[in-house]
């Protein structure tokens, strides 16, 4: 290491006297924003750390001369004001090109109309699933420049619907947050559970951050149902989920996947949530997701099935190699990047070092690559969404167990059913 620092010494000297500056290293700052702490801290750390692993993974590709990536992170707090500061602050005095996140959409929201989308700055969120975010893109009020590696809700709550069919739940009352993750989730979860024959009996919003949702709890278990949907984060979540027990709720629960977190099943506790069903966006067993799971668990200690930590690790990966595949660093260039690194006749790339390290390559040879992440084969549609399979889980003494799988196939022809096009 001393010969080393020695011979790069002598090599910035003699270019300084001879009139040559050593040219500066070529270092792309991307911006990272997520939920640290807060409401959804708990998977927000998990992504973070897993986007962090993306970053390692696409400097360990990197060859001599290569530009290399660091990042820029910020917490939002969960907090919609504090997300918008800090993405303005990345974005205007750290000019990055790309900002990863939120992880939920009362931040992404804030974030892509106030500033990413004002700004044309590329935005990828890992785990914003609101379908208000597909209307956006529809309207074309995001330029182009914001996907997302995860499913719209839209999606979830027909899958939803469709485990509470399996799992017999009967006559269900929601309980849901009062944004557009909570509103637009519970809304779907409705029309397709009805279009299965199934019966919703009451649906009741409830305001995030308070110390006590047991006027909520009251005014729900008055209709007598037979189960509960309970569309929280794990915070909230789990304080109404005490309540709801307490007061001699049904035990038979319906999650989303946000309460696929130990945080939540400690803080409720694992004894009463044997009856506990639940789905999340899913993966297809891979070469991705085989290294992913072991790198994850080795780097960070964490469980590499932690709500949004796979799709984190996609969403910075697909921002660096979409970079390095711009011609230009505009928010444009960079969404053309994006193409090139989705394309569907370019090369199969995984995740992974040596995989990543062929993608360098190919796309400095100016071919397309297409990237089969964590979360399998990205393509992006016109409003930036996916589509891909649903986990289905239920809590057995206190771990997730997955029960099932539902094809992205089968959820298009039970969204049809519904009445959607």
């Keep these: 290491m001393r010969i080393a620092a020695t011979a790069l010494a002598l090599v910035t000297l003699f270019g300084s006297l001879n009139g040559q500056a050593a040219p500066p290293p070529c270092v792309i700052t991307l911006g990272v924003v997520m939920e640290l702490t807060g409401a959804a801290g708990s998977y927000g750390q998990a992504a973070a750390k897993a986007a962090d692993l993306a970053v390692e993974d696409l400097n360990a590709a990197a060859g001599a001369g290569e530009c290399t990536f660091a990042t820029q992170v910020r917490d939002t707090q969960s907090s919609p004001t504090v997300a918008v500061d800090a993405a303005n602050q990345l974005v205007t005095l750290h000019h990055v090109p790309v900002l990863i996140g939120g992880i939920i959409s009362a931040t992404t929201l804030p974030i892509l109309t106030a500033v990413t989308a004002p700004s044309r700055v590329v935005q990828i969120s890992p785990a914003a699933s609101s379908p208000r975010l597909t209307e956006l893109g529809r309207a ?46 519970a809304q779907e979860f409705v029309r397709a559970y009805e279009a299965l024959g199934g019966q919703v009996l009451t649906l009741t919003p409830y305001n995030e951050h308070q110390g006590s949702y047991q006027a909520e709890v009251t005014r729900t278990l008055a209709t007598h149902p037979d189960s509960l949907y309970l569309v929280a984060t794990p915070v909230d979540g789990a304080t109404i989920a005490r309540a709801w027990i307490a007061a001699g709720g049904s035990r038979r629960l319906l999650l989303n996947d946000g309460m696929n977190s130990q945080d939540f099943i400690h803080a409720v506790g694992a004894k009463y949530l044997e009856q506990a069903f639940g789905t999340s966006s899913g993966t297809l067993p891979s070469a991705s997701s085989q290294y992913f799971a072991h790198a994850f668990r080795t780097r960070s200690h964490d469980d590499p099935e932690s709500p949004a930590a796979d799709r984190s690790y996609d969403a910075a990966a697909l921002a660096g190699l979409a970079v390095l595949a711009a011609r230009t660093r505009d928010g444009a260039g960079i969404r053309t990047g994006l193409n090139r690194v989705t394309d ?42 996916i589509s891909g399979p649903f986990r289905l889980w239920r809590i057995e003494h206190g771990v997730v167990r997955t029960m099932g799988e539902l094809s992205a196939d089968d959820v298009a022809a039970l969204r049809a059913r519904a009445g959607h096009r």
Excluded: C, W
Aim: overall charge positive.
């Design 140 to 185: 074309a009020k995001t330029g182009g420049l914001f996907v997302r590696t995860i499913t719209s809700d839209a999606l979830q709550g027909t899958a939803a619907a469709r485990h509470a069919m399996d799992q017999h739940l009967g006559k269900v009352a929601v309980i849901y947050a009062n944004n557009d993750f909570g509103g637009g989730l």
């Design 344 to 385: 569907p006749k370019g090369e199969v790339i995984h995740a992974g070092p040596d995989e990543l390290r062929k993608a360098r390559r190919l796309l400095k040879a100016g071919q397309p690559i297409r990237y089969e992440g964590v979360i399998g084969a990205v393509s992006f549609d016109a409003a930036g969404d």
